[in-house]
């Protein structure tokens, strides 16, 4: 029993495309994030959704579009993906946000 | 932008010796936390400490808040291979509750 799942794990793809990353969360928790690690394992937080409502939106190009289409679930679709895109992205979620959060796996996306 | 730093970068040290980590930090928070993350994995929450307490415990891992100083330790005593991670510590913000996340430090336990 997963507490918080993505897919795909790993995402190899070329410049230019579009793909999108998915995640869900089986706690029953209010809020989602997603975080972007980069390759000196940096986290930084990209979106949080509260109840499928939007709360922090970071300065990320808006290349990048989270869709929530219930409490369970965050999706981020990335549109015409660049170099600097390649990175981990984890999915989070936690009760709300005053208390520690679960990751998932991470999806490790590679833009050749 | 980045509020808390880890301190060490890298630490390498002998199974069964006790490890401390340090995170700092600049603005005024509500609580601060601290995760692992083995390779490859995605992290896992160790302890969440609230600004108005000063030290908590779980099983082998210690951690003090100083927020005198803006900084917090966090100790893992008898350490074993399994410790093996990077430790990440997590601020937020006062005024919201936004995580501001350091850049880790990587321990390495040595059998």
């Known amino acids: 029993d997963t507490a918080v799942s993505q897919t795909p794990k790993y995402l190899v793809t070329q410049m230019g495309n579009d793909k999108s990353i998915k995640c869900e969360q089986n706690l029953g928790h209010d809020t989602m994030y997603w975080y972007k690690q980069d390759s000196k394992k940096f986290l930084k937080i990209m979106f949080s959704?509260?109840?499928?409502?939007?709360?922090i939106n970071e300065t990320v190009p808006n290349r990048f579009s989270p869709k929530s289409p219930d409490k369970a679930h965050l999706n981020l679709h990335i549109n015409s993906l660049e170099l600097g895109d390649s990175a981990v992205y984890f999915c989070a979620s936690s009760q709300d946000q005053r208390y520690e959060q679960y990751f998932g796996p991470g999806t490790r996306l590679t833009v050749t | 932008s980045q509020q808390g730093e880890e301190d060490p970068q890298a630490l390498s040290i002998q199974e069964g010796e006790n490890a401390t980590m340090n995170c700092s930090y600049k603005t005024s928070i509500n609580n601060l936390q601290w995760y692992r993350q083995n390779s490859g994995r995605g992290l896992v929450h160790l302890i969440l400490i609230r600004s108005n307490e000063r030290e908590k415990h779980s099983g082998r891992l210690r951690v003090t808040l100083d927020t005198s100083k803006k900084s917090s330790s966090l100790l893992i005593t008898a350490s074993r291979a399994a410790d093996t991670a990077s430790y990440f510590c997590?601020?937020?913000?006062?005024?919201?509750?936004?995580?501001?996340w350091g850049a880790g430090t990587k321990l390495i336990i040595k059998p």
């Open positions: 959704y509260n109840n499928k409502e939007l709360i």
């Open positions: 997590a601020t937020d913000l006062d005024s919201n509750y936004q995580l501001i």
